[in-house]
């Protein structure tokens, strides 16, 4: 007879270890028919946390945590009263108000006659089995809820066989669970097997370790879609692999999106790029005539030998006027364009804004004399200080401001430039006039394209667009600009720039590329390579005022560096757009020749952008001249690198 004694029966003292042993582990209580607690262990106290006087006499209600209802505890009565064992799980309630579970056993005790005297009841505390338990509840909950497909592969078996897929699978594939319960996941590529995910897909399958790919899959009616995959290996308590888990999302709507976006990304860098192009050739295109418009006019404008009359002199004047104007324009316009586009550089460097002032007034003193302006700096010569900006830039800002306080001014009246700190701790350069100055409704249309200053006045040339890139580049420096004007008294724009240091010495003008050592004999040569007649005869007509000039041509790259290596000239000026190879080209041949490489070679193109001078000064030319050519800028760089020349004979 099973559990049937060996030997005599238990003792006292046994008796007494094995309820120590049962108190170790079990909670047990009795009770007697009623339901009255006549005997409660001390495991039962300490869970519960009532004191034994507190339990005795008292119905097991004492617990009632609320979760069970009345049929729950009236099946139990039904089954104990019968004599039969009841076994269940049961939430009570302790003392302090917290809950736990407890697998009960009840056993009733029956007397001789057959009849039940009283009740065992046998627990053990489950309540952090019953915890794991609604975790996992949640967690497939979770699982089976979210709109990501979740699989779960075995990767104990070589070929990963699924093990569970939550509805978003079926979903997304059309497949069952029971129908792909057992496979390999590979059924979603179809015959679609060549795929650089799927290699890094296989490498993390055989390693053990993550990944993260996309992969064209199938759905189970033959339809494509994008599959971003998030493997992720499971290991038991022992480090072993027992399994993989896998999310999927079908992406394919973000992957149609970034493929377009791809595209317009192409499409808008092609497109920036031809109009870059566009931009290039036809300030190129527009450049070329303006040379000898412009460049002639100026050779017309200063010959000693050819005395002109008023009339023409005027009508020169004109001439002139318009080509500077026209000049301005395309400047302006190519600006704007930049501008909009978001292609302008800007360098940000410490720049001595005093010394800067003074170049820019030097530049406008002539047209303010024009006009008997008087154009002065507001408190005499100050303390050189230093804001943070992009010196090129900046002077154009100047020298736009400057120059519309000589246009907009009255007969007689001045122009005077004052540089102050502000309390807002920039520096503020200001341009005051005395001319017409503005009304607030004037005021509210600046810095707007094509709203000129004075734009009443039609005998102002202007493009309209000078305050509006002015307003745009300042604010590419982290500046500001402003205005305040009182109409009949003048008006004075001012801008706020980032300080640098608190003050500096005076900027020491740059010498720019050294003069190269004047050659023995009686004359320099002149190379020039140029294709266009026009511009040929310009620069002959320009050079013929210096004396001791040879002046020699070439046509083409080609010619170019012959001529180059045999009459070793003094100095080479170069066209970019050359038939043959281009000027770059030459530069290139000539500056890798032992006979040429130290003679200094000026660019003369009219590919004047800001990229096409950069790209010119980096590939190595001793300096850039855009075209149309301005002729005291063009005579400084001969003089500045054949020294021996002098001035021209004007």
């Not at 302008?344 to 047209?367: F, H, N, R, S, Y």
């Not at 008006?491 to 500096?504: K, N, Q, R, Y």
Request: overall charge negative.
């Amino acid at each position: 007879m099973c559990g049937q004694l060996q030997q005599d029966p238990f003792t006292l003292n046994d008796l007494k270890q094995l309820e120590y042993a049962l108190d170790q582990h079990a909670i047990v209580s009795m009770a007697d028919v009623t339901g009255k607690i006549i005997f409660a262990n001390a495991k039962f106290c300490e869970i519960s946390q009532y004191e034994q006087h507190e339990l005795l006499g008292k119905q097991h209600s004492i617990l009632n945590s609320g979760y069970h209802d009345a049929q729950f505890f009236r099946d139990m009565w039904q089954t104990i009263a019968s004599g039969k064992v009841w076994q269940g799980e049961i939430r009570n309630r302790r003392k302090d108000g917290g809950f736990y579970w407890v697998q009960s056993t009840i056993v009733p005790y029956l007397d001789e006659a057959g009849a039940v005297s009283k009740y065992i009841s046998i627990r053990t505390d489950i309540t952090h089995v019953k915890a794991i338990e609604e975790q996992q509840r949640l967690l497939i909950q979770a699982i089976e809820a979210s709109p990501s497909s979740f699989v779960l592969v075995d990767a104990a078996q070589w070929e990963h066989p699924i093990v569970y897929v939550n509805p978003a699978f079926e979903r997304m594939t059309g497949y069952g669970a029971a129908e792909i319960a057992g496979k390999n996941c590979h059924f979603l590529q179809g015959n679609d097997t060549v795929q650089t995910g799927l290699d890094t897909l296989r490498d993390a399958l055989f390693n053990g370790t993550p990944a993260h790919i996309r992969l064209r899959n199938y759905r189970k009616d033959g339809n494509l879609f994008w599959n971003e995959v998030f493997l992720t290996p499971l290991r038991n308590a022992r480090g072993q692999l027992t399994h993989f888990v896998c999310i999927l999302n079908d992406v394919t709507e973000a992957e149609k999106f970034e493929e377009e976006l791809v595209n317009a990304k192409v499409a808008a860098e092609l497109a920036s790029q031809a109009k870059s192009e566009f931009l290039s050739r036809m300030s190129h295109e527009l450049r070329t005539p303006l040379n000898a418009i412009l460049g002639f006019g100026q050779l017309m404008e200063s010959d000693p030998d050819e005395t002109l009359s008023s009339d023409q002199k005027k009508n020169l004047a004109l001439i002139l006027d318009a080509g500077w104007h026209l000049l301005e324009l395309i400047n302006d316009l190519l600006d704007l364009s930049r501008i909009e586009a978001g292609s302008v550089d800007i360098k940000m460097t410490q720049v001595d804004v005093t010394d800067l002032i003074g170049e820019c007034v030097k530049l406008t003193a002539p047209e303010a004399q024009r006009h008997g302006l008087a154009l002065s700096l507001a408190g005499g010569q100050p303390m050189h200080k230093l804001v943070h900006a992009d010196r090129t830039r900046l002077k154009q800002v100047l020298l736009n401001l400057l120059s519309n306080a000589t246009k907009y001014n009255r007969e007689g009246g001045s122009v005077s430039v004052a540089i102050q700190d502000t309390a807002a701790g920039r520096l503020r350069v200001s341009i005051a006039d005395t001319g017409m100055g503005l009304s607030p409704a004037e005021i509210g249309q600046l810095f707007q394209p094509f709203k000129r200053l004075g734009d009443k006045n039609s005998l102002i040339e202007g493009t309209g667009i000078g305050l509006m890139i002015s307003k745009r580049l300042i604010e590419l420096m982290e500046g500001a600009i402003g205005v305040a004007s009182v109409p009949g008294q003048g008006s004075t724009f001012w801008i706020d720039l980032v300080p640098g240091m608190e003050s500096v010495a005076p900027r020491q003008e740059s010498t720019g590329a050294k003069a190269p050592a004047p050659r023995s004999g009686s004359h320099s040569t002149i190379l020039y390579v140029e294709d266009n007649p026009a511009n040929l005869k310009l620069v002959e007509m320009l050079l013929a005022r210096y004396s001791g000039v040879h002046f020699i041509t070439a046509a083409s790259g080609e010619t170019g560096l012959i001529s180059a290596r045999e009459n070793h000239p003094d100095l080479i000026i170069v066209d970019i757009n050359l038939p043959g190879f281009d000027g770059f080209e030459l530069l290139r041949r000539l500056k890798s020749n032992v006979e040429t490489k130290a003679t200094p070679i000026i660019a003369l193109s009219a590919n004047a952008m800001p990229q096409d001078i950069k790209r010119g000064l980096d590939a190595g030319f001793d300096t850039y001249i855009a075209k149309p050519i301005d002729v005291p800028a063009f005579s400084q760089a001969i003089e500045q690198f054949l020294p021996a020349c002098g001035k021209p004979g004007l």
